[in-house]
């Protein structure tokens, strides 16, 4: 955990393009060099349910993600959104720590990939490069051969 809260503080101060493209270049570095190394040293020890680059990951997103002001910095559409920071999004928005229901992190990027990525179709609905679902998710449940159900998006 220490280390992602140096990774944050190398950004916390930047704001708007800057934030942007400095998440961008720190994730590069996180991914690249960073995660293959303590997947490396680490790799003996077994972790249960998460794996060791599955609770990385979500400490990148918890610890430096989202508190830094990304947000902010994605609403005023400052520049262009650089691939790294896409990939990184999308990477993070991949990893499911939750049962049923997704909570309040996992939600909050998820807000974040949808003014990132467009279209983006989430949890919450298709989103359309703002923070809120353009058309918000509606799960139908039909009963399908041998009493399964299956879960839809209308």
Same mark, same amino acid.
């Given at each position: 955990?220490?280390?992602? @809260?140096? +990774?944050?503080?190398?950004?916390?101060?930047?704001? =708007?393009?800057? $934030?942007?493209?400095?998440?961008? &270049? !720190?994730?590069?570095?996180?991914?690249?060099?960073?995660?293959?190394?303590?997947?490396?040293?680490?790799?003996?020890?077994?972790?249960?349910?998460?794996?060791?680059?599955?609770?990385?990951?979500?400490?990148?997103?918890?610890?430096?993600?989202?508190? @830094?002001? +990304?947000?902010?910095?994605?609403?005023?559409?400052? =520049?262009?959104? $650089?691939?790294?920071?896409?990939? &990184? !999004?999308?990477?993070?928005?991949?990893?499911?720590?939750?049962?049923?229901?997704?909570?309040?992190?996992?939600?909050?990027?998820?807000?974040?990939?949808?003014?990132?990525?467009?279209?983006?179709?989430?949890?919450?609905?298709?989103?359309?490069?703002?923070?809120?679902?353009?058309?918000?998710?509606?799960?139908?449940?039909?009963?399908?051969?041998?009493?399964?159900?299956?879960?839809?998006?209308?």
């Amino acid at each position: 955990m220490k280390g992602m @809260v140096i +990774l944050r503080e190398k950004i916390r101060k930047d704001e =708007g393009a800057k $934030l942007v493209y400095s998440i961008g &270049m !720190l994730w590069d570095y996180f991914y690249t060099v960073i995660l293959p190394v303590l997947e490396l040293v680490f790799q003996p020890i077994p972790v249960q349910k998460l794996s060791l680059r599955q609770t990385t990951l979500i400490a990148f997103r918890d610890i430096v993600v989202l508190k @830094v002001k +990304l947000y902010d910095s994605l609403k005023q559409k400052s =520049g262009e959104i $650089l691939p790294s920071l896409r990939q &990184m !999004l999308l990477v993070l928005q991949n990893i499911h720590d939750f049962v049923n229901h997704p909570h309040s992190n996992y939600l909050k990027l998820e807000a974040l990939v949808g003014m990132a990525i467009s279209p983006y179709l989430g949890y919450k609905g298709l989103y359309m490069g703002d923070s809120e679902p353009y058309r918000p998710a509606t799960v139908v449940l039909r009963q399908k051969y041998h009493g399964r159900y299956n879960a839809s998006i209308v």
